[in-house]
């Protein structure tokens, strides 16, 4: 089933890198994958539509959560 | 939690032009560390350099630098070092490398701390800004491979924003679950000209956020009502400590809590030490290679309770069959992605462990929770007693158990103990006492062969006045062996003591239990490595070989009484096996005892006794 993310994070070089490798290598296929600045320039929104068995998605998840430079993780469906 | 974590409100040196070198080593002094493990190459010879005049115009009269600067054989052993000191003393560890070769020899350690949620900051040379992604000589991508393993790692290449980095860098390392921070360096930002602020940090504001909410969290009434009402109930309660309480320091609120309620406790490898593990109700190490008591009392328990552990798949094989009699599941871990990961619980609290321990210890007194749990005491007496460890005592060959007791005696359960990983190690978790929380440094959630001898040298150097045993593995100790010779350089007085059963020990039980016995890698027949010899090349004054069993007392004796580095080679049964085991992905129930501790099923009124649970 497809999935959508929608994650807050630090507008840097490397912090994309790091959370796209997340899925990427985690037998998570990444169908679609934007990001841009908010409002606020230092902060970026990363929408990522990825399909994947929704334990190791939920696991992913978690995994993301715990990036330091991460804001935000929403899932939807959640 | 480091000597001087609050530099004063204004910094002394606050408006001075510093080079980023400088700023680096002032950083670091800030911070408080007393230690430094590291290995030099052009890229991050400024910050040496920087460190050297540092050194020199802060020595104490007697000589002493306040931040002398340990050299390993191998960055690897730099990294272990580092991890060592933080894991025996609870502050960080402090590695500093060259780019290219001198952090991808890094990569081992930091996932290594990673995985075991060590607080370790590395600080690496890199090129030159203008020369990143260029195949420069000595380039390495430090931040996609550090990325990848570490709790975080920064690429600095904005020379203003390198001092809130390194100072962020040790603040990320401590907080929350503690772990390894890599800070990458280009030289030109080590050799550009910078004012010294004295103080700030990045605003990091999602890690930060978090951070605030887990310190925050507090348990309710409503929330002590519900763990309590289920305790109550409970006849066969289980706590099942981890790694967590040793890293946040909640050993002591573990051990008020559990006495206050008598609640057996059962640790994790990481968690050993976290309650001492000859009290009458420390039930020691459950798990693949666990006590049979821990096991069966993981299995017979109806409330099971997990303070900063984490249901790893050497303890919980079979998540489905682990614990399959308890009613009631808790967990408490400063990790939210920990809680539920591997098995559902019925009530959970995030937050700082030594917080809701002493909470709930303070609830239940309150409230006069006083569970009569004398049936289940004697119950676990018994099957401490009916299941004890135990090994081949009647073989004419060296058995590694007798080993371990005989240290054991002269130790009396104070020494700090690091170790390779194999076969030697389990049976290092099993048969030593530990009283106190940092005195067992073992490499747990990655395995990885080598960590002792270097863990032994940052460890001796936390902790100079204690006796510091390196209990390694025949191949294991080769992974890192260059660090024989750091030991006697710096005269530390640790003691290597090399189980030797001719090979890779493990490997070899595996391959017997599991591809019949044919020993692929694992049988080098051929020259063997005379172990006393190259101890004694690379200066140990005392270096011995062991095997007569008839002379072991005395031998360990002179070992561990030895004023000054110490090696030791046993030559033991190389068929000895470890037991317990309950196999990969086997339940408890699946459990082998092994030949010489009686399983329930040996036993047969005890597993009646089970049965009735
Ligand atoms: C760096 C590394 N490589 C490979 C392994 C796989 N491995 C686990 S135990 C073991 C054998 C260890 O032999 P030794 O150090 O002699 O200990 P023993 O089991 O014989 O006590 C091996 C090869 C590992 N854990 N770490
Ligand atoms: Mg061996």
Redesign the pocket.
């Known amino acids: 089933m497809p999935h959508t993310l929608s994650i807050l994070l630090q507008n840097e070089a490397g912090t994309l890198l790091r959370v796209a490798g997340l899925f990427a290598t985690r037998s998570c296929n990444i169908d679609a994958l934007t990001v841009r600045a908010t409002d606020d320039p230092s902060i970026a929104r990363m929408v990522l539509e990825v399909r994947g068995d929704v334990p190791a998605l939920d696991r992913l998840v978690q995994k993301a959560r715990r990036l330091v430079d991460v804001l935000e993780v929403e899932q939807s469906p959640p | 939690m480091n000597a001087q974590p609050n530099p004063p409100a204004i910094h002394p040196r606050a408006g001075q032009p510093l080079t980023g070198a400088e700023v680096i080593v002032q950083v670091l002094a800030d911070e408080g560390v007393q230690m430094l493990f590291g290995y030099a190459g052009g890229a991050i010879l400024p910050v040496f350099d920087a460190l050297y005049r540092h050194n020199a115009t802060h020595a104490g009269e007697d000589g002493r630098e306040p931040m002398p600067l340990v050299v390993p054989a191998n960055e690897q052993g730099a990294g272990f070092m580092a991890a060592g000191y933080a894991r025996a003393s609870g502050k960080v560890g402090v590695a500093i490398v060259t780019s290219g070769p001198g952090a991808t020899n890094m990569v081992?350690p930091v996932q290594d701390c990673m995985a075991d949620s060590i607080p370790l900051v590395v600080v690496c040379g890199q090129v030159g800004t203008a020369a990143l992604g260029s195949d420069a000589f000595q380039e390495a991508p430090v931040h996609h491979l550090m990325g990848a393993c570490a709790k975080h790692v920064f690429l600095v290449t904005d020379p203003a924003r390198l001092e809130a980095t390194l100072r962020s860098a040790f603040m990320l390392a401590r907080s929350g679950r503690p772990g390894p921070v890599v800070v990458d360096c280009p030289k030109d930002v080590q050799n550009a000209a910078l004012r010294f602020h004295g103080e700030g940090e990045l605003a990091l504001p999602g890690y930060r956020a978090r951070l605030r909410r887990s310190d925050q969290a507090a348990l309710s009434d409503a929330e002590c009502v519900a763990f309590f009402e289920a305790l109550r109930r409970a006849r066969r309660p289980l706590l099942y400590a981890g790694g967590g309480v040793v890293a946040a320091g909640a050993a002591p609120a573990l051990r008020a809590f559990a006495d206050a309620f008598g609640l057996p406790v059962t640790t994790s490898l990481m968690g050993i030490g976290a309650v001492d593990t000859r009290a009458p109700l420390a039930l020691h190490m459950l798990g693949m290679h666990g006590t049979a008591y821990a096991n069966y009392a993981v299995e017979d328990c109806d409330f099971l309770c997990a303070l900063g552990a984490r249901f790893d798949d050497r303890v919980c094989g079979a998540p489905d069959r682990f614990a399959p009699r308890a009613r009631f599941l808790a967990q408490v871990d400063i990790d939210p992605g920990e809680v539920g990961k591997v098995k559902p619980v019925h009530w959970q609290h995030v937050g700082p462990l030594a917080r809701a321990l002493d909470r709930l210890t303070a609830w239940g007194r309150a409230h006069g929770v006083r569970p009569d749990l004398a049936e289940w005491h004697a119950h676990l007496a018994r099957s401490k007693r009916d299941h004890a460890m135990n090994y081949d005592r009647a073989s004419p060959l060296i058995q590694?158990q007798a080993v371990l007791e005989a240290i054991d005696r002269h130790a009396q359960g104070r020494a700090i103990v690091s170790t390779?990983?194999?076969?030697?190690?389990?049976?290092a978790a099993q048969w030593l006492a530990f009283r106190e929380p940092r005195q067992w440094l073992t490499?747990g959630a990655?395995?990885?062969?080598?960590f002792g001898l270097p863990a032994a040298v940052g460890a001796q150097l936390a902790r100079p006045d204690s006796l510091v045993i390196d209990i390694?593995?025949?191949?294991?100790?080769?992974?890192n062996a260059g660090e024989l010779e750091t030991i006697a350089r710096l005269e530390l007085p640790v003691k290597v003591l090399v189980?030797?059963?001719?090979?890779?020990?493990?490997?070899?039980?595996w391959q017997r239990l599991y591809y019949g016995g044919r020993f692929a890698?694992?049988a080098r027949p051929g020259r063997r490595r005379d172990f006393v010899r190259a101890a004694q090349a690379d200066g140990f004054a005392w270096a011995r070989r062991l095997d007569d069993r008839n002379a072991l007392e005395q031998t360990i004796a002179a070992f561990l009484a030895f004023d000054g580095p110490a090696f030791l080679e046993v030559a033991i049964d190389p068929d000895a096996c470890v037991y317990p085991m309950v196999g990969p992905g086997a339940s408890y129930a699946q459990m082998v005892t092994g030949p010489h501790i009686a399983s329930r099923e040996a036993a047969a009124p005890l597993a009646a006794a089970g049965a009735m649970f």
């Open positions: 081992t590694p390779g990983v194999g076969q030697h190690q389990m049976w490499s990655m395995g990885t062969m080598g390694d593995g025949d191949t294991s100790i080769r992974m189980l030797d059963n001719g090979g890779d020990g493990m490997v070899r039980q890698a694992s």
